[in-house]
């Protein structure tokens, strides 16, 4: 193996274990957004989501993703298994990490970008048809868009970051808009829950919500700034800018909540940091410091704003993954256009505030689009294809009863043993059983 740089190859091992912990805090705050009788199903789905995607990736993915370009849509499949990469590094010279632990990082995005999705289908989705689904998806789509963003190869690799030139740090098209995009698809096809704008379909744990927030959060530190692939002034302006978008925009949500409903809620700060997180991740390492806090406020009060309107649009996005991941990355990627500042990135452009003119927010445009549309067109025909063969949607007494005891036999919480002021077969007194 060549020589690899010691504190960059441990920098990015750190934030690959980063990273993989935000699909647990997924799985915490997407269970604790839905009702009790589906907690359980949410948290599996992302579970699920780990364990399919790290084999997907591993035997497929990753070549899909890094493989020699395909005019440009694809890479080729020469890394199949790994098998000819346990000796290679990737980077620069000087900054040159094992290849596998380049493969780790990256694997990880790719799991939290495909268990995002279930947040679209909550409380109403078979759980066989939906761990095929991301064998198929994180293969069909994810890889793809991967490859476009981030398959550099000397104008020779993915189109978007490569050939057009837009700019994309670390994942407004791959993850954002991507799985926004997916996720309005997958919500169509499946239809609304039962109930559906009529009856109260609440959080059942607010702070089962706050803990997968704030480990999100945690998460994101390794997220963005890891994406600079080395331990440098990129990752540390990342790191920084990455914490400020997501105090803006949690102070912009709530701004919004009191000024529409008279009150801030904690439901509230949640979404607000989410969003402010998710707008900064393709800016993070493109922007000044001012840039970071522009593009968190502007994503706190324009998501707060788009989640309401799948109640006006008639559209079922259980958990909000188009208003806040779809819409927060369109958000950060235009906003890369507008704040952009090479004084944060010589690698990087300037947008219109520092002189640039419009033609790199013309280059992210056409990046938002076409993620766009290739992601809701290749996500509707999946589902609508196991949908139509062997279903995607549990039986309507199955959706009403719970998909946790009709899916999986079980249940977050034990009920039965509640009963005359016992709990769990405690002593009403002495709560000794």
Sequence with gaps: MESINAADTAWLMVCSALVLLMTPGLAMLYGGMVR?????NMVLMSFAALAVVTITWIMLGYSLAFGASTWGLVGDLREIGLVDMLDQTYGVEGHKVPMVVFVMFQLTFAVLTTALLSGAIADRAKFGS???FTIVWSLVVYAPIAHWAWGFQGGQGGWIGDRLGA???AGGTVVEINSGASALALALVLGRRIGFRRDPMRPHSLPLVMLGAGL???G??????????AADGTAAVALINTQISGAGAILAWLLFEKIRDG???TFGAASGAIAGLVAITPACGFVTPL???AIGIAAGLVCAWAVGLKYRLGFDDSLDVVGVHGVGGIVGMLG???????VANAAGANGLVFGGGFGLLGKQTIAVLGTMVFAFSMTWVIATIIDKTIGFRVDPEDEIAGVDTTQHAESAYDYAGVSGGSVLGAHPVSGQR
């Design 167 to 169: 700019l994309d740090f």
């Design 291 to 293: 840039g970071a806090l």
């Design 336 to 342: 890369i256009g507008v704040f952009a500042a090479t």
């Design 220 to 229: 994101w530190l390794g997220f963005n700034p890891g994406s600079a692939l």
């Design 36 to 40: 009790a009788k589906s907690a359980l």
């Design 130 to 132: 939906w761990v095929l």
């Design 216 to 218: 999100l959060w945690f």
């Design 263 to 265: 009150k801030a809620t």
